[in-house]
């Protein structure tokens, strides 16, 4: 079965830990929805407690470096929440003047791994 996929602006609002994020998303037709939480897809960064917690900080800082207070674009996949309320996401930030895919740029750096789940 083909997965569904959806397109949305958005502006990052807070970044809790290195795969997850709180955004404002544009619906369309001025119709904005607020405070939706945000799972990055493919991607398990570091708890931010435990023996993880110094690699979750530094996951969680990188995340929101990149993305917290800017505008995006998430990707989701099926607009369907995920067991913990969020939405699977797949996350794109402009740099240089091209569009980045976040999920990517946490495990290309270190600071997450790929995941299926």
């Known amino acids: 079965m083909e997965e569904t996929l959806y397109y949305y602006r958005a502006i990052v609002v807070s970044v809790y830990d290195g795969d997850t994020c709180t955004a404002d998303i544009d619906l369309g037709l001025h ?4 405070e939706e939480k945000l799972r990055l897809a493919r991607i398990n960064a ?3 407690i435990g023996v993880e917690k110094p690699a979750g900080l530094a996951s969680r800082d990188f995340l ?4 917290d207070g800017k505008e995006i674009y998430v990707q989701t996949i099926k607009d369907k929440q995920e067991k913990y309320g969020r939405y699977l996401a797949e996350i794109f930030v402009q740099q240089n003047g091209a569009w980045v895919n976040v999920n990517d740029l946490i495990v290309q750096n270190g600071h997450a791994e790929y995941k299926e789940y």
């Open 64 to 67: 929101r470096s990149l993305i």
């Open 31 to 34: 119709v904005w929805t607020h």
């Open 46 to 48: 570091p708890e931010l």
